[in-house]
């Protein structure tokens, strides 16, 4: 199964915005990256009107939209486990989550002291990093903001070269 790396944090820590530095970095080592964002209050795809969107209506449990270069799915589930989704991830070398924070996969946690009082007292053995620009007295490796680079290399040591 593909590893899968948890980016964690309370609401506006900066949590999309790490994966966004990290996902070029990690491509630019050559590296295939796959992302998933946990959506807590489910989402829309496609907007009404569409085709795709006229298919769900309609019932489909799967909708698939496919083009030469790319290809979006929709599919009904019944669960909210990220454990289901790796077989979506099978030709990547790595998944980056956005949330999930209370799965048993490593995580790295994005703190922000400006917006919460403390980081989320995750569990030592899940945790892989902290991401922060402010001092915390935490048992895990702290990277700044901008140490994407060494971000980077501490995922590629434990999880990508074998």
């Known amino acids: 199964m593909t590893q899968m790396i948890a980016v964690v944090g309370k609401?506006?820590?900066?949590?999309?915005?790490?994966?966004?530095?990290?996902?070029p970095e990690l491509k630019k080592r050559g590296y295939r990256i796959g992302s998933v964002k946990h959506a807590h209050h489910?989402?829309?795809?496609?907007?009404?009107?569409?085709?795709?969107?006229r298919h769900r209506a309609a019932g489909a449990d799967v909708v698939v939209v496919a083009s030469p270069d790319e290809i979006a799915m929709v599919k009904k589930i019944?669960?909210?486990?990220?454990?289901?989704?790796?077989?979506?991830?099978a030709d990547m070398d790595l998944v980056l989550v956005e949330g999930y924070k209370r799965t048993q996969h490593p995580k790295i946690e994005v703190f922000d002291q400006r917006s919460h009082k403390a980081p989320?007292?995750?569990?030592?053995?899940?945790?892989?990093?902290?991401?922060?620009d402010d001092a915390v007295d935490v048992d895990a490796p702290l990277y700044r903001r901008d140490q994407i680079v060494e971000l980077g290399?501490?995922?590629?040591?434990?999880?990508l070269k074998s």
Not at 84 to 89: D, E, Q, R, V, Y
Not at 120 to 132: M, Q, R
């Open 120 to 132: 989320l007292g995750l569990n030592k053995e899940e945790l892989v990093a902290i991401v922060t």
């Open 42 to 53: 489910g989402f829309e795809i496609d907007k009404k009107g569409k085709d795709s969107y």
């Open 11 to 23: 609401s506006k820590s900066g949590k999309t915005r790490l994966i966004e530095k990290l996902i």
């Open 153 to 159: 290399d501490l995922i590629e040591r434990r999880y």
């Open 78 to 89: 019944n669960t909210d486990s990220l454990d289901n989704l790796g077989i979506f991830f």
